[in-house]
């Protein structure tokens, strides 16, 4: 069974700077695309970063140029930097695997059974 642990979260000034980790174990993690959700209260789950196997990256627009995903396979984790951050990105941030078409779209559906996420808010 797989389990996703991630961590990093916490509370920041609006402009400061989070980097998110999330450890995959009991997978085979480097033959996964993989991709960080977020939900705000009150809103649906979306997927704001993606990378491939080869690590290809794709972002939503109200990320890009914020956020930056990478993985290390030798280490089952894949990173999110959040820099420049804002009031609306705060939220419970989560990691999976992804499949779909291509992240080019960011039509991506999560795999695996979601972790427990972690938390960022971020102050006016």
């Known amino acids: 069974q797989v389990q996703l642990v991630e961590s990093g979260g916490g509370l920041v000034q609006a402009g400061g700077s989070l980097r998110l980790s999330c450890t995959a174990s009991g997978t085979i993690f480097s033959i996964n695309a993989m991709g960080w959700y977020r939900q705000a209260p009150g809103k649906q789950r979306e997927l704001v970063a993606a990378?491939?196997?080869?690590?290809?990256?794709n972002y939503v627009d109200s990320v890009k140029g914020r956020f930056t995903i990478s993985r290390d396979n030798a280490k089952n984790t894949v990173y999110l930097q959040m820099n420049s951050l804002k009031p609306e990105d705060t939220a419970v941030y989560y990691c999976?695997?992804?499949?779909?078409?291509?992240?080019?779209?960011?039509?991506?559906?999560?795999?695996?059974?979601w972790g427990q996420g972690t938390q960022v808010t971020v102050s006016s």
């Open positions: 999976n695997a992804v499949q779909g078409r291509s992240i080019a779209t960011m039509r991506l559906s999560p795999v695996w059974s």
């Open positions: 990378i491939t196997v080869s690590g290809g990256t």
